[in-house]
């Protein structure tokens, strides 16, 4: 391994669901608002090759880069913390390795050795480390290791880490223990045993922590991070308190408050600037100027999940913070309006309805109603992705006049497939990183709203579907109130409605590029129209 590049491990205990995500791009931009370069990999140790074919109900979203990788949903707070577009190179899977160990065997390229976890499929980690290292060129590497340490399907990886770690200098490494205090409340009291038996679960596997991260409902009091220090052998200033927060931007000062860069420095030998919190700050003074506070509506099929919808969620917060707003996001399983029609009234108490994206027939309905809804109450409206393909349905049907249209994804026999599936689609067998995915150019049309709101006719966005509109139907459906906007060679990419007050489909996900600095323009435009209405409703 080259000798210059410090690597940084995070890994979890006790229990998923903690934040280590937001940990590892806490500590990245410690790093970069001093002029670090810090490039995050995320370690995920299920055998799939990828998150794209997991159920968002069971996995949470998935994250969609520019060069098309379908990826964990940490690399959206990657992104959103740090403003810098992530790689499908950066998350490394079992499966991903497991499949070039075996393809490598099939090519012989093992000079008929015996093929085992140690050392191939251990030096196939160690190889896409060097790789990552050697073409991003950073000061920095974050390492964040999925799951929680003692899973099974964790201990190649960590057997990877310790071999990286003996064999180079002391300073290059680093093991951040991201770990949960339970704060009982019949007792009034956090306790640390779990906290004691992960380290001592970490250390069998031959590492050893050097800063313990605790996370907690409430904050620790110094007596307890006394102890855990302790009882885990690590310094008092290397055991960091990281309670729960109203925004998890304010998490790199906390932590930053914690001297954390001193230690970050101390142990790595590492020179670090004074840091520039100018825009974090300023990001966190918005919080504080809130005119008030907005109900977006989202009905979806996902809704037991919040994290299937995350980039949706954080999209629609950095739209409604630009303009001083806060947003209660309300999240409506479609199946109710379809099993029972009338709770489609409750859409009527929201400011905006987004309908996000999602695959197969089921929810669909209720989905249709909700946008025709949206439509008949003048409700600001945004659909994503399948949000899009289902408004040009429901106008097909109840504008048009095309009864029974549908997709052919919902209905393979609708008498009106105004969506189907792409051509180049159709001889695929393979589910696994097929569709159209990653970053594509799109040409606006002049004097549109999206025009508008973008400042540009020329746009590039992310992209993660199979079925498209259909362009046999393209004059037939655009009335002189439909009009379709944005186009990518012969697909149909965006449309609005001119009597609406606004009414806007996108056929990509805006949201995976939305950050709090720069929020996404197809979500300000929903935000002001929803503010619109708001103060409107308000004043009469």
């Known amino acids: 391994m080259p000798k210059n590049t410090k690597y940084i491990f995070v890994l979890g205990s006790v229990l998923s669901g903690l934040g280590k995500g937001i940990v590892t791009s806490a500590i990245a931009k410690n790093f970069q608002v001093r002029n670090k370069k810090a490039t995050i990999v995320k370690i995920d140790p299920y055998l799939n090759i990828d998150a794209g074919t ?34 499908r190179k950066q998350n490394i899977t079992t ?35 060097k790789e990552i290292e050697e073409t991003s060129k950073s000061d920095i590497m974050m390492v964040e290791v999925g799951g929680t340490i003692g899973d099974i399907e964790s201990q190649p990886f960590l057997e990877a880490i310790r071999q990286l770690h003996m064999n180079i200098p002391e300073e290059n490494s680093l093991f951040v223990l991201v770990t949960y205090v339970p704060y009982p409340r019949h007792i009034s009291e956090h306790k640390t045993k779990p906290t004691q038996h992960s380290v001592r679960e970490l250390r069998a596997s031959g ?45 790199p000062q906390l932590l930053d408050s914690q001297e ?67 947003v209660e996001l309300r999240h409506y399983a479609t199946e109710d309006f379809e099993s029972n029609p009338e709770n489609i009234a409750k859409l009527n108490e929201v400011d905006g309805i987004l309908v996000p994206g999602g695959f197969g027939d089921r929810g669909t309905e209720g989905k249709i109603a909700a946008i025709q809804y949206s439509r008949r109450e003048n409700i600001p409206f945004l659909g994503i992705c399948l949000g899009f393909q289902l408004a040009v349905v429901e106008y097909a ?118 950050t709090p600095w720069k929020p996404s323009p197809p979500y300000e435009g929903l935000i002001k129209a929803a503010i619109q209405r708001s103060t409107g409703r308000k004043s009469a």
């Open 54 to 87: 997991m159920n968002p109900m069971e996995h949470g979203e998935t994250f969609v880069t520019d060069d098309g990788g379908e990826l964990d949903e940490d690399f959206g707070h990657y992104e959103r913390f740090l403003g810098e577009p992530m790689s």
């Open 260 to 326: 954390i860069s001193h230690l970050l420095s101390k142990k790595l030998q590492l020179s670090l600037d004074t840091p520039d919190w100018s825009s974090l700050e300023s990001l966190l003074n918005q919080h504080k100027k809130i005119n008030g506070k907005l109900i977006i509506g989202i009905p979806g099929k996902y809704t037991d999940l919040v994290d299937s919808y995350i980039s949706v969620n954080e999209a629609l917060k950095h739209a409604a913070l630009k303009f001083g707003w806060n």
């Open 95 to 129: 499966g991903q390795i497991y499949y070039s160990v075996i393809q490598k065997e099939r090519r012989g390229e093992y000079l008929g050795k015996t093929v085992q976890v140690v050392p191939h499929v251990i030096d196939e980690i160690l190889l896409r480390f």
């Open 207 to 251: 590492l050893v922590p050097d800063l313990i991260i605790c996370r907690s409902e409430v904050p620790i009091d110094t007596k307890t991070l006394q102890k855990i220090a302790f009882f885990c052998d690590v310094e008092r200033e290397a055991v960091l308190d990281l309670p729960d927060l109203s925004s998890v931007f304010e998490a």
């Open 397 to 514: 049907r109840n504008v048009i006049g095309l009864a029974g249209a549908s997709s052919t994804e919902i209905s393979e026999s609708t008498p009106y497939p105004v969506v189907c599936l792409q051509e180049e689609q159709k001889d695929i067998k393979n589910k696994g990183g097929t569709m159209r995915l990653g970053s594509y150019p799109i040409t606006l049309k002049e004097g549109t709203k999206i025009a508008e709101l973008y400042g540009s006719l020329e746009i590039n966005e992310r992209h993660r579907h199979r079925y498209e509109i259909n362009e046999n139907y393209f004059n037939q459906l655009q009335d002189g109130n439909l009009i379709f906007t944005g186009f990518y060679s012969h697909l149909l990419e965006t449309l609005e409605l001119s009597n609406h007050s606004y009414f806007m489909g996108v056929q990509y996900h805006p949201e995976f590029k939305s």
